[in-house]
Each structure stands twice: as structure tokens, then as C-alpha cells.
């Protein structure tokens, strides 16, 4: 096989791997989705093609240096996700960002049986080990919520009664958003939560973390 198909084929993977886990995150309405991902699963693996291809001319350059600072960028970014609020949310999406990154690099390093297998166990991490997750007890999610006034959001924000631990309301170009912390049934699953929130009279959910 040619170094032109080789490299190709690579980049394919990553993006085709990054755009695996992004939609599903996605699909939990996290911020990070699809297009981060590919982003940084691609980005990793043009590092490592570099690393690999980019110096023909240097006998003892040292590939593992880049791939250690694509992890160390990444953590950056994942540092980013966590703490972009006030609270400190956003892990689960901070780490599967991480091992994207991960995924990337053995895919531009052409371990295609790595890179498959690793993203496989990232969605049996991120989806069915939710599904089998003990579910007594609570969980505290951050939702974001808009409206065209604060009344509408200060109602809104009042109808989900003592589940609110805490909430901020801000302006905004096109109106205001309401920053809520809630503490909710770990029973209640992102999707269930999602539809019980966009079912609020007034609002818009952004996000829920």
C-alpha cells in the first residue's frame, strides 16, 4: 500500500471513530458532539502522521514526544468543558474528549484494531453501563435555560419547585438565560429529563450537564 493511500486511510478512521463517540454525546445533548470530536480524533492523528512522516531527514527524532503533548492539549481542552460554568460539570464529556484523542493517535499510527476496539468500549462505557448503573438516589445535573424575558424564566425556574439547588439569571443578546443547578432521580434518565424541561412553557433548554 502506498503512503498516500496509508495517510488517508488513517485520517478516514479518525474521523470516522471521532464521529462515532461525538454522536453519542450528541445524543445526550452535551456541548462536545460530533464536530469536536471528528476535530480532535482528526487533529490527533495529523500529529502522529507528522510525527511519523513529517521529519524523513531526522534519524533520531523521537515520535512518543508528540503524542505526549496531543494528550497534554487535550487536557486543556477538557479542562475547558469542566470548568466553562461556575459549577464543575462536564467530566464524562471532558474524558471522552481524552480518549478521542487517544483513538486518533492509533488510528495515524495505523493501529486500526486499537483504535476500533477502544472506541467500542467507550460506548459500552458511555451508554450500556448507564443503562445497568444503580439508579437509587439522586444526581445533580446543570441545565441552561432561555427565554425572551426573566419572568418566563423566573416561572419556569419556580415549577421545578425543591429539585432547584441554584440558579443565575443573566442577560443576553436575545434575551436571558437561567443557569439552573437541579438535583434529580438518578432514575431519571438525560432524554426523560430533556423532555420534561422543553415541555416548560416559555423556555428553550441550551444544554443539560
Known sequence: ?????????????????????????????????????????????????????????????????????????IGFIGGGIIMKRKHVSGLTTAAS???????????????????????????????????????????????VLSAPDAATLTTAVKTLGKHVKDVSIARKAEGYEAEVSLYVPKKESNPDLLIRLSALPGVQVESLE
Not at 9 to 24: D, H, K, Q, S, W
Not at 104 to 118: D, K, P, Y
Not at 122 to 135: H, M, N, Q
Request: net charge positive.
Open 1 to 73: 500500500m502506498s503512503l498516500p493511500l496509508q495517510i488517508v486511510i488513517r485520517l478516514l478512521v479518525a474521523v470516522a471513530l471521532g464521529a462515532v463517540i461525538g454522536y453519542e454525546r450528541e445524543l445526550r445533548a452535551k456541548n462536545a458532539g460530533v464536530r469536536t470530536h471528528i476535530m480532535v480524533a482528526l487533529g490527533a492523528a495529523v500529529f502522529m502522521l507528522i510525527s511519523q512522516f513529517g521529519f524523513p531527514d531526522t534519524a533520531k527524532f523521537d515520535a512518543a514526544r508528540i503524542a505526549a503533548g496531543v494528550v497534554t492539549g
Open 97 to 143: 474528549l481524552w480518549v478521542t484523542g487517544a483513538v486518533g493517535l492509533a488510528a495515524g499510527s495505523g493501529m486500526f484494531e486499537v483504535a476500533v476496539l477502544s472506541t467500542i468500549l467507550v460506548l459500552i462505557c458511555l451508554e450500556v453501563l448507564s443503562l445497568v448503573t444503580f439508579k437509587m438516589g439522586g444526581r445533580e445535573v446543570i441545565v
